[in-house]
């Protein structure tokens, strides 16, 4: 058995142009596909899983459990579960991520 989810059913959120739950698929993992302009990006939050994140484009600046990091292309961040982190896009370019975690 397999499921294609063609662009028009997919999922959007306020900050991602994917979001992808994968609980419903029997798939144990999660997504979400981040496209921000810079000034944009999630306030302080956590989750009760590990976060892994992967720059596509643009930079993005982020305070993960009171430490500020900047991050660029190809550069991959791993949150352990209940760390507070945010960020936001900064720079000239558009942030895109693709962000991930396993259920």
Request: aromatic share 6%; glycine share 12%.
């Amino acid at each position: 058995m397999f499921h294609i989810l063609h662009r028009s059913e997919q999922q959007k959120a306020a900050i991602a142009t994917v979001e992808f739950e994968g609980e419903q698929y029997d798939t144990g993992i999660s997504f979400f596909v981040g496209d921000l302009e810079p000034g944009q990006g999630p306030g302080m939050h956590k989750h009760p899983y590990c976060e892994t994140c992967i720059v596509h484009s643009g930079q993005v600046e982020a305070t993960i459990d009171g430490q500020r990091v900047v991050v660029g292309p190809g550069d991959i961040i791993v949150i352990e579960p209940e760390t507070p982190h945010r960020f936001i896009a900064i720079g000239e370019e558009r942030l895109v991520a693709v962000s991930g975690s396993t259920l």
